[in-house]
Nanobody
């Protein structure tokens, strides 16, 4: 059973940057496409970005395209999300998981709060 631990969130002013990390343990990770998601209060979980197992293919939602960059380090079992030019509407809890079929359990997520 793969366990996911997200970190790197925090409070930042609009226009600032944060780098999120997701550490995977307990199972096979490197052969799967991974994604970053977020969930704001009262909203459904939203897919933001995905990266293929080789890192050669990425996808970004329109809401983050050009501002966020997903990457992975299979040797370290980690997936990262570099977030630039943050906006107040980026405020949410951020999660990583396998895409399109998530692993059985989600991590606790990491809170990102962007002040205006």
């Amino acid at each position: 059973q793969v366990q996911l631990v997200e970190s790197g969130g925090g409070l930042v002013q609009a226009g600032g940057s944060l780098r999120l990390s997701c550490a995977a343990s307990g199972g096979t990770f490197t052969i799967y496409t991974m994604g970053w998601f977020r969930q704001a209060p009262g909203k459904e979980r939203e897919l933001l970005a995905t990266i293929s197992w080789t890192g050669g293919r990425t996808y970004y939602a329109d809401s983050v395209k050009g501002r966020f960059t997903i990457s992975r380090d299979n040797a370290k079992n980690m997936v990262s999300l570099q977030m630039n030019t943050l906006k107040p509407e980026d405020t949410a809890v951020y999660y990583c998981n396998r895409y399109p079929i998530p692993f059985g359990s989600w991590g606790q997520g990491t809170q990102v709060t962007v002040s205006s």
